[in-house]
């Protein structure tokens, strides 16, 4: 094969550290799943009945433990969404349920960052969300623990903590769609493919940030992450 030039040099590889190694898992893309926890439905005043959906994040809003995230533009209610964050080694259209742990490379705490007060406006538009999900360093994520060494956590903690006051705690167990059914559905809108990252959800206690917090979360079994919010843009 000849080789291929560009007219523009190509963006970075986004990509998650990996704890305990210099290796890092590169991210393809990043899909979220919307009210998968009960009681943060109930919180959003969202109809409980409905099943949880899907949305997307850029691969390249990743952010790394450790990292100060800008306060974001066009906003003044920004909202912290603490979730479990699988990683996928491979993928497919339509995977069985029984089949969609077979996929997974490994898991991570992440934090999906809102712009809550462009999200609300966007859903009484009926507009897409994609202002109020999708900005830059959207998307702080924790070093992967592989499944290989620490299996497939269904139960544990997640929780999350601002300037050391705990705002969010729950516990795996209480998703609505657990880890094999996200994927077995997901798979069945796109096709799914290696360094895809899934972000499932999160527990109650979402609230406001400002410039200067500290935001601390993690997920029993499998790791931590520290962020900061800094100035505006």
Known sequence: ???????????PQPALAVAGSADRFPVRRIWCVGRNYLEHVREMGNDERQ????????????APDGATIAYPPLTKDLH?????VVALKSGGLNIP?????????????????TRRDLQIASRKKEQPWEIGKSFDAS??????RPASEIGH????????????????????SEMIWNVPEIIAKLSSQVELAAGDIIM?????GVA???????????????GTLNVTIGKPA
């Not at 094969?1 to 963006?11: D, E, H, K, Q, T």
């Not at 998307?139 to 992967?144: D, I, N, V, Y």
């Open 200 to 204: 499932t959800g999160t527990p109650a």
């Open 80 to 84: 912290h969404e603490v979730e479990l």
């Open 51 to 62: 099943p949880p959906f899907f949305f997307a994040k850029h691969a390249d809003m990743v």
């Open 97 to 113: 349920v029984e089949k969609a742990l077979d996929h997974v490379w490994g898991y991570a705490v992440g934090i999906d960052l």
């Open 139 to 144: 998307a702080p994520c924790g070093a992967l």
């Open 1 to 11: 094969m000849s080789n291929v030039g560009f007219v523009i040099a190509p963006p």
């Open 153 to 172: 956590p269904a139960t544990g903690k997640i929780w999350l903590s601002v300037n050391g006051t705990e705002r969010q705690s729950g516990d795996l």
């Open 208 to 222: 406001a940030l400002s410039p200067g917090d500290s935001i601390a979360c993690g997920v029993d079994g499998i």
